[in-house]
Structure formats: C-alpha cells, structure tokens
C-alpha cells in the first residue's frame, strides 16, 4: 500500500519499511530507488530517518539496509497483543498432533491474508507458506474461510482488491465466480483450496470467529494430493471447526473481557 496525498511522512516512512521488508535481506539504495515511488532525495531523508530511529539498521561496510531492533520489538509485543498465535498455540499443537498434517493459522491484512503461525506434518512438504509471510486471499483456503465470513457490504471491496492472477489452471479468477464459491463456503461451513495456489496443494480451511460473528482469522489443514484428497480433508472439518470456535472464544474473552458489577456499597 503506497502512501497518498494528506497521509504525510508516516504513511511514508511506514511504506518503506515494507519495501525494505519485502526484499526479505540486506538490501542497497539503489535496489530500493528503483522500486519506490519516491524521489532520491525523499527516499534518502525516509531511510535515514528510520535508521536514526533503529526501525532499520545500516551496515556501511557492504551499504545494505535491514530491519533494525526497534522494529523487531515492537513486532514482537504486536505478536503477542495482537496476533491470535499466543492464544491459539496450543490449540495449534493438539490439532497437528490428532491429524499428523500441516496445519496452518492466519488472520486478514486488508485483502491479503498473512501467516501468523504453522505446523509442519509428520511428512513435511514444501509449500510457499511460512508465518510472517503474506499470501493472496482468493486462492487460499484460508483466505477463502475468511472472505465468506466477512460482512456483506465489506466483501464487494476486498474482492476488488484481488489480483486474479492464475496461480494453477483451478485458480479461481473473477470476483463473480469466486461470489458462487464464497456461498458455497459459508453453506457447507468450511473452504477448500483445491490447488487453487499451488499444484498439488490441498487443503481445508474454517474462519475463526468472536463470539459476536466477527472474522478473528481462520484456521486449516493442508496436505498434497499425492497423499490424501478433498472428501478425506472435509471429513477433519468438525474437528477443525471445533478448535476454531474454542479459539475464537478465548480470543473473545481476552480481548473484551466482561467488567465485574461491583454492588453497590451501602454508606456507613
């Protein structure tokens, strides 16, 4: 997301902490010149400012910028107050030791889905997610979980945000289409990725939601079809679902804990 006119030098600055972010390693100013929108002298003045803050660290020796301690703090409390994994791990672990697969945990960032938590199957398997990392909502089972929950009128605006890239020849590529799966989901109350981002990549997915009815995130088991299939996964949802519900319920109760009624104290 790129800063607009009235965001002013936050917005800014935050911009190029994921563009330093997104390299995934130290990174030279002039790679990052190159993919930023800013002028030279902007992106100058923004990186030193980061650095002066120890958002980002500078290496002079090989001229390379990464995320500074600062940042990595504040992305650890972030973690802890505001991500479900504190609260879901050991849920996540009970779950991956009942089912022997990879199971995955995530939350919404906008229209894109983001990892907060994994477990590796018994069998692992290489797959592109990772915790910390950012995936697409449309072709995901999670993100699907997530984006047949969301509020009806948010859902229009998500969607159009979608890239509607075709990741495999079963990736869903139009909101239209993906409106008839989204019903489906919410009929059946759970979401398949039917290789729809990775060939050989399938998995089950259920939304997490507070005891109001608000996404929290999702929650799902993922194998490949070289070893299992879609009807196998979908009998794993009522215990996938289960799990989901006890998450969205603490997540509840930690987030909005109820007031104690103090009685009223009669005057002495």
């Known amino acids: 997301m790129t800063a607009t006119a009235g965001d002013g030098t936050v917005a800014k600055a935050l911009d190029v902490l994921d ?10 100013f002039s790679d990052l010149l190159d993919h930023s929108p800013y002028p030279k002298a902007t992106l100058y003045r923004l990186l030193q400012t980061l650095v002066a803050q120890r958002m980002l660290s500078f290496d002079a020796d090989r001229s ?9 703090r504040l992305a650890h409390a972030a ?4 991500a479900l994994a504190p609260i879901a791990r050991p849920h996540l672990d009970d779950l991956s030791a009942k089912v022997g697969e990879t199971v995955h945990l995530a939350q919404m960032d906008h229209a894109q889905v ?18 910390g990392k950012v995936g697409p909502a449309y072709c995901t089972g999670v ?11 948010d859902l229009p605006g998500i969607l159009s945000q979608q890239s509607w890239h075709p ?11 993906m409106a008839q799966d989204l019903a489906t989901t919410r009929a059946r109350g759970f979401a398949f990725d039917n290789e729809e981002h990775e060939p050989g990549i399938i998995c089950v ?10 996404v929290l995130g999702a929650l799902s088991v993922t194998s490949t079809t070289a070893r299992t299939n879609l009807s196998a996964l979908a009998d794993l949802a009522p215990l996938i ?25 009669k005057r002495a």
Do not use: C
Request: net charge positive; aromatic share 10%; hydrophobic share 40%.
């Open 19 to 28: 563009l330093v972010a997104g390299f995934g390693h130290p990174v030279r």
């Open 64 to 72: 390379t910028y990464t995320m500074g301690l600062r940042l990595v």
């Open 79 to 82: 973690w802890e107050q505001s």
């Open 114 to 131: 983001l990892y907060v938590d994994k477990r590796n199957a018994r069998d692992p398997i290489p797959m592109y997610s990772q915790a």
């Open 143 to 153: 993100g699907k979980a997530m984006l047949a929950y969301l509020p009806e009128a």
């Open 167 to 177: 990741f495999t020849a079963k990736t869903i590529t139009s909101a239209a289409a």
């Open 205 to 214: 997915a259920v939304p997490i939601l507070s005891s109001g009815g608000a």
């Open 241 to 265: 679902s289960s799990i989901a519900r006890t998450i969205g319920q603490e997540t509840t109760d930690w987030r909005f804990p109820e007031q104690a009624v103090q009685p009223n104290r």
